[in-house]
Nanobody
């Protein structure tokens, strides 16, 4: 498994932006597929965005297309989620995910073997 450390969550007003980061702390091997999931109160965890290795393909859930951008810096084993035009419905705990062995593009949580601790994103109206 890959030790993942998230940063960048917080409280923002609707229409503003946040950037989440997820670093594979102290991990010297290649981190393959990566992704971001979120879970709002009373709802199931859902994929927000995912990126393959080395980063040529991405996917997004429909509700964030055109507003969020996933990217990665392979030299730093770090992925990012740039979130623009945030809406109150984006409020959730955001989790980063990674695979130590799979390099494809995945939207299901079962495809990832490593998870961050979660970071709260709250968007006020």
């Amino acid at each position: 498994q890959v030790p993942l450390v998230e940063s960048g969550g917080g409280l923002v007003q609707a229409g503003n932006s946040l950037r989440l980061a997820c670093a594979a702390s102290g991990y010297t091997f290649t981190v393959y597929a990566m992704g971001w999931f979120r879970q709002a109160p009373g709802k199931e965890r859902e994929v927000v965005a995912a990126i393959d290795w080395p980063g040529s393909r991405t996917l997004y859930t429909d509700s964030v297309k055109g507003r969020f951008t996933i990217s990665r810096d392979n030299a730093k084993n770090t992925q990012y989620l740039q979130m623009n035009s945030l809406k109150p419905e984006d409020t959730a705990v955001y989790y980063c995910a990674a695979s130590s062995s799979k390099s494809g593009l995945y939207r299901h949580s079962d495809s990832f073997d490593s998870w961050g601790q979660g970071t709260q994103v709250t968007v006020s109206s």
